[in-house]
């Protein structure tokens, strides 16, 4: 067995930035970071204020002297390390105002840069990163994590070997509830920055999670969309971006599609949905029960895929993007770690010196970033516009 | 015990038009109406053709001398039978072009109707009729059968009762697979009137299921509708009405409703979902699986909702519109019945010459008949303009 | 289309013995009697006090002049009636201790008989009612319901057809909770015969529920049973007969099956599983999701079986016991129905001096019920002696 | 913040025996370790292959100098090293039959162990080892992972509350279908050891799996065992152990268990179940939906638990095992290291030099691994003598 690292034999090295007190997702990308043994948390900046961030890091295990008080700060400083011990990428965990700032400066001195979604605050922002990223040659991805999950590859590796026959119509639901009073009013850090403009952007649901929704139907079915119309509603009085919202989209190739965001639905917790219709076949697929996905063929028993590595029904990808034996279930921890796994392999390959893949990758990458920031500004632009049909194709952008 | 059908002490007596060889919708009318014990299926026009007519009548137990050519003829020859003797009630379960001409019919002669959806040809149609159910004063039903299921009832009283709180948002679905080929291209009598313009109005896979969808929405909710914005779409080729659609709805109340329909989707059977956010909570229906309802509340546990008749929880009609106790599952048969049992109490205080209600009825009425109507064309009319919000309020419809 | 009645041109005219007020079952006859037009309630000795009896006749639309004071005035004076207006059948849904005095009545005058379950109220009146059975060559089916179900018979044809292998396991739970209180004590008419020896019999959640789930294993698979070990218990304080109980059973070829049943699982409504092991597949179903089944093979993807009549992977005998398309659902009264569709051909062929199955029916028969009658006796028997192993065959039995 | 490692400051360090090429659950113990960032591997000894071992290494990022040949250098070899930077304890992920020698070397020279199920070849094994254990005063830890779920240790902490009133019936299935073919006569390394008496020890499947259901039934409800009866079978063959199974249980305070194992159950994956009645209410729960549970009360919804930490329903120990809000999907990674969580917070404790606990832990620790020992042998003797009931109840075990 070779190490699984290959030439670089050692973990990649993760500097993250932003994931202090209260946050949530920091510590899930730690976790996906270590979770097959190939990446080590070294450093931080974990927060905006310094003292915050050095009170962070013990519960990251980052050694003190790597705990910075800003991301400017953790990227000069490691940047002085031997080239062996410094970060090898950079994590952004932070608020969306921040993305940008961060990404660009680690992308600019070469490191490479694993984002959070929504890609940037703005789509100008966005496409101003892409050109960054392809200058300066780094491994970006983006952590649209529910890609990660491996019965989403499988649909995607089923679609593109065509056994679902064209696609014509995609429906994809994105339902929680957490917001469904004014938490922002409270003490709750995750409520205060998504439902606050200046940090969050444009959008509330629909950048939070309806991109999420979006970003499924895209990666898995490859259909290019061409016009938007969308409504979205603020229900929480006071609120000041929407708490709900949805968007009919028509593809290139005629078909039709449609994505629901909600935060205002009681006890509903996140519950991400896709279905996707075929003329050969139709799949269906459900985030809080991630390891079943149905395929139906008119006149036939349904089939319940199960993520089962090295089944014969099972894909290439899908199979690979799987730890453990069918019945042992996976979930959300496993699918982000999968987003880093082939970001790793592209980083690896590109510390070796070898060609990698930017485009086609199977991780989301910064163009998926510009497609969903693309997807954020038409759907606000649109409803603005009572839900006039906006164009919603983008050149950069995935095919 | 008193008799269930009270003073009038026997079965209501059904006169059937339609449900000729090869039809389904025929058969479960008759299974309905009889379920009870409260009604027999005496006379029928089966069939456009008389011969097939009269061939189709044994296997309803109809008499031979009650098998008639036509609806014209069964009317007439009814009637001229002693009062206690003749139909006391036709059953419209034709096409939809003859829903009208047979149910003017009826009413005009003061026989009660219960009536297939959508409720006619078109909305002037629908209009017309409820006139002359006015002027008549008959007991009228509209099988808008999925209204009948214990629980949608339980979702209605329950929102009624203010158990959500205010109705923000509502998602319906309806998704089947059966006209994924061309069907209608075969000899398949249902697929062929179906998607056939002369005989189904404007609207397919619209007219057809959508209608339900939205029935459903406004039969639960009461929310009242103020526009409408949809997308139709013919995905098999050579097929001369929709098979998949999606519309948007803005409420007076300033929710927001969606409504998707689709016959192209493979292997889905007659998969109607509905799901209602409130501001207190939030609950979610399956037809597939009518004897459990989830309903939610921030940081409680899920509820499941289920067909329980008498339980501390179940709401009056709910209960009243069981028959079996918890774990014996009830479904389509028994949800049809439901609306005949209604309609049947209707029909006994009529006979009775008691006042009984005509507008706000348990059942689906004249009125709804309209809304549905309504629905269909505006959602044409949407769909022709490139989706524009056309308003969808009628001023006849139950509020 | 011929008469679905055939030569005999009329509805089968029925007699019900029990099922006064407060009579669950009574009720199901009744509908799964006329659900298919083919049946009709003429007559009843509704309760064991004729005044009950009579007052209950409403309810079902019996004449008064057929509303009989017992069972014997019933069967007495229906046989002076013309030959073409009597009842051709009697239906027995009184408590256990009189299924078999009514049974033996009916057939001993030649009429057809359906029989609640457990048969009778012992073994030894079991064998009897066979020979009464066999001696006059009446129709007799037992109201074991739940082989009605179309994937239950779906289940039996593909292990009939070999594509399951050889069964080596079966699981068949049946788990309620109604009785989790003493509700014998208060005025629950359901309760308390169930739970009084002297019309129960000597066993009663084995009596009442278990027999049912080992009909299943019985119908489904076709092993035959070698011995069986039992654990009864009485969780309800005072109460007289077993409230929850297991068997292990091993069968002839070496399978092994268990049993379980509880009506004291609080919460738990009528949850009937069945789960069966093969060389080559295995199956699953859930009698209160009777609409699917899972069949299973290594290395596959799951197959859900819907009630899908005509598909092309519905075996013939479960295609015609459906009446409904496929996505709408049917249930407990139509599987009952199912019970009758099939004894009702038997009749008619009996009516027309055809020879008939008694043996082999696809509905249970009297043979069935000896094998229920066996099964409780050495159930009991077994548990008695502290579990020890008893021969569980028996010689009349179906094979 | 504090670190989360208290005093002690650093991650504790992990030396992994077992878990070479082809192992599955030395993988598992890995993530599980490091999961929260609190621990790390950092030597192995992974085959009892020495070139085995150290190809092995470099897929878990051990050092070459720390990948041993044996378990007895890793441990000579790492206490030798600074006592900051050597194995905090040891992890045993051998075949069955290694686990006494292995965790015995190790407890004996002052090393924390954590160590796979069942705990020993042997129940005399258990004892001694328990003993060991208690003379060492180490922490020791047998991963009965499935405890380590939210959802039942919620399910302990409601039971123990009382919620449930007092338990009288639990079933636990546990049905795998991967040994339906012989697996053991191909190159498959986990049949192999699984199905060889030598490796695994008087059990197949009841050793394997049904000690996990076992231990599963006395976690959550702490019911004590009287007797058992065991039935125990061979379907495929030329098998040399059990491949099926059943026990039905006696505990001491009248209540009934059941526990059914499989591995021969086609398509079926690692469908562990629990099912609990109390007086009081109801639960029910499966491992490949771990994230919800039902608990059901007569007269009431159902209830459905969801994972969802910190939400008033939520016990602590359930909040404190979760690591993702509600809808978040957690699974076997996650439920895996929740006994590596709560043994760690018990290193820790004592290398300060505080009490620990070693009785009551949250955690299964050496008494659990004899209750499952005896459980094992126990039915072994009971199917021999032709599923006599045999005691159950073991001095040593939890109460």
Redesign the interface.
């Given at each position: 067995?070779?190490?699984?690292?290959g030439s670089l034999?050692?973990?990649l090295k993760m500097g993250l930035v932003g994931g202090g007190?209260g946050s949530?997702i920091g510590?899930?990308h730690?976790?996906a970071a270590?979770?097959d043994?190939?990446g080590e948390?070294v450093a931080g900046a974990l927060s905006s204020s310094p003292e915050k961030s050095k009170?962070?890091a013990?519960?990251?295990?980052i050694a003190p002297e790597r705990a910075y008080g800003s991301f400017q700060e953790m990227i000069e400083k490691e940047l002085k390390r031997p080239a062996n011990d410094r970060i090898d990428f950079v994590t952004v965990a932070t608020p969306n105002h921040m993305h940008f700032p961060v990404a660009k400066a680690a992308a600019e001195q070469g490191l490479n840069v694993i984002c959070d979604k929504p890609l940037t605050f703005d789509l100008k922002e966005a496409e101003e990163l892409a050109k960054i990223v392809e200058k300066n040659k780094v491994v970006f991805a983006v952590t649209h994590n529910y890609t990660g999950y491996p019965l989403i590859r499988q649909a995607r590796e089923m679609i593109q070997a065509g056994e679902l026959g064209e696609i014509?119509?995609v429906?994809s639901?994105y339902?929680?509830?957490?917001l469904?009073?004014k938490l922002e009013d409270s003490d709750q850090k995750q409520a205060a920055w998504r439902t606050d403009p200046s940090k969050s952007g444009i959008a509330g649901a629909f950048g939070d999670i309806a991109t999420h929704a979006y970003n499924l139907v895209r990666y898995t079915t490859g259909l290019i969309p061409a016009e938007i119309?969308c409504?979205l509603?603020t229900?929480e009085p006071g609120r000041k971006l929407d708490d709900?919202g949805?968007a009919?989209i028509?593809f290139d190739n005629?078909g039709?599609g449609?994505v629901?965001a909600?935060q205002?639905?009681?006890?509903?917790?996140?519950?991400l949905t896709l279905?996707i219709?075929?003329?050969?076949?139709?799949i269906s697929w459900r985030?809080?029960?991630?390891?079943h996905m149905y395929?139906?063929?008119?006149?036939?028993?349904?089939?319940?895929?199960?993520r089962?590595p090295g089944?014969?029904?099972t894909t290439p990808i899908s199979s690979a993007s799987s730890?453990?034996?069918?019945?042992?279930?996976?979930?959300?921890?496993?699918a982000f770690a999968n987003v880093y796994r082939f970001a790793y392999d592209a980083m690896i390959q590109r510390a070796a010196g070898e060609a990698f893949e930017m485009r086609d990758t199977i991780y989301p990458n910064v163009y998926d970033g510009i497609d969903g920031m693309n997807f954020i500004q038409q759907c606000v632009a649109s409803s603005r516009e009572?839900?006039a049909?906006v164009p919603l194709k983008h050149s950069a952008c995935r095919k």
């Open positions: 067995m070779d190490h699984v690292n034999n050692r973990k007190q949530f510590r899930v730690n976790i270590i979770l043994n190939r948390l009170a962070s013990p519960f990251y295990d014509q119509a429906r639901n339902i929680q509830g957490w469904r009073t119309s409504t509603k229900f709900y949805h009919v028509r005629g039709l449609t629901t909600s205002i639905s009681h006890g509903r917790e996140n519950d279905e219709d075929g003329t050969k076949a139709s985030q809080e029960e991630p390891n395929v139906r063929r008119n006149g036939e028993p349904w089939q319940v895929y199960t089962n089944a014969p029904f730890r453990l034996p069918a019945g042992h279930p996976e979930a959300f921890f496993e009572n839900s049909w």
